[in-house]
Antibody, heavy 116, light 108 residues
Framework: QVQLQQSGPGLVRPSQTLSLTCAIS??????????WNWIRQSPSRGLEWLGR?????????DYAVSVKSRITINPDISKNQFSLQLNSVTPEDTAVYYC??????WGQGTLVTVSS | EIVLTQSPGTLSLSPGERATLSCRAS???????LAWYQQKPGQAPRLLMY???NRATGIPDRFSGSGSGTDFTLTISRLEPEDFAVYYC?????????FGQGTKLEIK
């Protein structure tokens, strides 16, 4: 049974970097059948797909236009996990962040608040 | 990017009734790569349908999806009490993937 376990701080200061990790069990981050996504949800922005990483003979990433200049999603093969880094955060980045595999498997969600 | 518009914003129905939810895309969704999700308070979204009309594992057959191109529909044939929730569509045919704003299905 595939599971995703998220970890990371729930409070980030404005202008700092938001960092979250998603640990994978029951699958491998380098699977050529899976894509690993980060999605967030807030009352003001609804559900927002942020980006993904996936391996198809080589590593690929693509990102939402709204965060493209500030986001990095990286796989970590040695730990079988992937991460989200979002730079220069503002209170607008306050949301519940989810990691997902493809469409159907979601992590438990992490509420991240951006506040001083 | 593709903008998805869901209607209605809120749908008030009674158990046993039929629910029809709409999702309209600003441009054609590649390969009809359109998914539907159900979300209840405090939970992550749950995948219901993919490629517009394919039920995900474990989804009851009272849920059905249809449509192609820019117009898609989720139908719940006979509402059960556990079906009252918020429903989202998502297109994953072209990056960036995008979600609709949701339809809240509430008990009348």
């Amino acid at each position: 049974q595939v599971q995703l376990q998220q970890s990371g701080p729930g409070l980030v200061r404005p202008s700092q970097t938001l960092s979250l990790t998603c640990a994978i069990s029951g699958d491998t981050v380098s699977s050529n059948k899976s894509a690993w996504n980060w999605i967030r949800q807030s009352p003001s922005r609804g559900l927002e797909w942020l980006g993904r990483t996936y391996y198809r003979s080589k590593w690929n990433e693509d990102y939402a236009v709204s965060v493209k200049s500030r986001i990095t999603i990286n796989p970590d093969i040695s730990k079988n996990q992937f991460s989200l880094q979002l730079n220069s955060v503002t209170p607008e980045d306050t949301a519940v962040y989810y990691c997902t595999r493809n469409l159907g498997l979601w992590g438990q969600g992490t509420l991240v608040t951006v506040s001083s | 990017e593709i903008v998805l518009t869901q209607s209605p914003g809120t749908l008030s129905l009674s158990p046993g009734e039929r629910a029809t939810l709409s999702c309209r895309a600003s441009q054609s969704v590649s390969s009809n790569n359109l998914a539907w999700y159900q979300q209840k308070p405090g939970q992550a979204p749950r995948l219901l349908m993919y490629v517009a009309s394919n039920r995900a594992t474990g989804i009851p057959d009272r849920f059905s999806g249809s449509g192609s191109g820019t117009d898609f529909t989720l139908t719940i044939s006979r509402l059960e009490p556990e079906d009252f929730a918020v429903y989202y569509c998502q297109q994953y045919g072209s990056s960036p993937y995008t979600f609709g704003q949701g339809t809240k299905l509430e008990i009348k």
